[in-house]
């Protein structure tokens, strides 16, 4: 259980989309727009990692036409906030006082929803369960079931844990992050982030 939480912690502290989006949402929403984010991408991958443990993930992947559906619907979602993030950033780059200016950040459950889709409707996430946690199940477990679950509910615990403590950094940074320039950046390099992922959903095949 120990090593498989270091290396839960490793695979999450890698640089993704889910840390892309939530640096984005900080900046926008403030805090409380990266906390939301978070809670909706941990809820996304609390989907994959409840399917994969009760062996849905397994049916899932099992199926060509499920796994092309879903495939393409989450990259179609990447691909929509990508744009919305490049086009945010050419307008700031653009006229970045009026654009500060005119900024509404979105409704709070637009960041829950983001973050929650964005994990939900990603193939790879369900494909990174069902390979990832029977490497750690005991052999011979009485309830194998149960203990994929507590690895499961582990791994969303880590998760919790550091893009929390990254939420807290952004916003704590945020005074210099929300410059206009650098802001067009960020947003910039984060739809550029969710548009590559995109484009790998799309190119992968079963």
Same mark, same amino acid.
């Given at each position: 259980?120990?090593?498989?939480?270091?290396?839960?912690?490793?695979?999450?502290?890698?640089?993704?989309?889910?840390?892309?989006?939530?640096?984005?949402?900080?900046?926008?929403?403030? &805090?409380?727009?990266?906390?939301?984010?978070?809670? =909706?991408?941990?809820?996304?991958?609390?989907?994959?990692?409840?399917? !994969?443990?009760?062996? @849905?993930?397994? #049916?899932? @992947?099992?199926?060509?036409?499920?796994?092309?559906?879903?495939?393409?619907?989450?990259?179609?979602?990447?691909?929509?906030?990508? !744009?919305?993030?490049?086009?945010?950033?050419?307008?700031?780059?653009?006229?970045?006082?009026?654009?500060?200016?005119?900024?509404?950040?979105?409704?709070?459950?637009?960041? @829950?929803?983001? =973050?929650?889709?964005?994990?939900?409707?990603?193939?790879?996430?369900? #494909?990174?369960?069902?390979?990832?946690?029977?490497?750690? #199940?005991?052999?011979?477990?009485?309830?194998?079931?149960?203990?994929?679950?507590? #690895?499961?509910?582990?791994?969303? =615990?880590?998760?919790?844990?550091?893009?929390?403590?990254?939420?807290? !950094?952004?916003? &704590?940074?945020? &005074?210099?992050?929300?410059?206009?320039?650098?802001?067009?950046?960020?947003?910039?390099?984060?739809?550029?982030?969710? !548009?590559?992922?995109?484009?790998?959903?799309?190119?992968?095949?079963?």
């Amino acid at each position: 259980m120990l090593t498989f939480a270091m290396t839960a912690l490793v695979l999450i502290m890698l640089p993704g989309p889910d840390q892309a989006l939530m640096t984005r949402n900080a900046l926008v929403g403030g &805090r409380a727009g990266g906390v939301l984010t978070l809670v =909706g991408g941990v809820l996304g991958v609390g989907v994959h990692a409840g399917s !994969a443990a009760l062996g @849905l993930s397994a #049916l899932l @992947l099992a199926s060509a036409t499920a796994f092309t559906v879903l495939k393409i619907a989450g990259a179609v979602y990447l691909l929509w906030l990508a !744009a919305q993030m490049l086009w945010s950033a050419a307008r700031s780059s653009r006229s970045p006082v009026i654009e500060q200016a005119q900024e509404v950040p979105a409704r709070r459950s637009a960041y @829950l929803r983001q =973050g929650f889709l964005s994990n939900a409707l990603n193939p790879k996430v369900a #494909l990174f369960f069902v390979t990832f946690l029977p490497q750690f #199940l005991t052999a011979g477990s009485g309830s194998p079931r149960a203990e994929a679950l507590l #690895l499961s509910a582990i791994f969303a =615990g880590l998760y919790l844990s550091w893009f929390g403590l990254y939420v807290a !950094a952004v916003d &704590r940074l945020g &005074r210099w992050l929300r410059r206009p320039r650098v802001k067009a950046r960020i947003e910039q390099v984060t739809g550029l982030v969710l !548009a590559t992922v995109a484009v790998r959903l799309l190119t992968t095949s079963h």
